[in-house]
């Protein structure tokens, strides 16, 4: 499986906000934060080439469930929030549709990991 974290540039940051983190965190001089990924945005033929398995969004549904149900692995429910552009579990509401791309390795493929 792919780190979504691989390949995503790391800045160290020293502001004065951050002075209690930095404290806590034993580190005096910075703190580390990840750079936005840059995600390829799929075409109409990208998506083509994919399975597409749709689920309804209802009390109790999380996007870490849905990937553990279809990836077999939890820590992938950034994917499918990915793909259908919205971010969080609470960026969906009752009713709503939820996308499932497979599979995952082609996926993985098509966003360039």
């Not at 689920?55 to 990836?71: M, P």
């Not at 793909?83 to 709503?96: A, I, L, R």
């Amino acid at each position: 499986m792919s780190d979504r974290m691989e390949n995503r540039k790391i800045y160290k940051n020293s502001k004065k906000i951050y002075k209690h983190l930095r404290e806590q965190r034993g580190r005096a001089k910075y703190i580390k934060h990840y750079g936005t990924p840059d995600f390829k945005e799929l075409t109409v033929e990208d998506v083509a080439t994919l399975d597409v398995v749709s689920e309804e969004w209802t009390t109790g549904s999380k996007l870490f469930k849905f990937a553990h149900k279809y990836y077999g692995d939890s820590s992938m429910w950034w994917l499918i929030a990915l793909f259908n552009e919205k971010p969080t579990d609470s960026h969906f509401s009752p009713g709503d549709v939820v996308y499932i791309p497979l599979p995952i390795e082609r996926v993985l493929t098509l966003y360039g990991m």
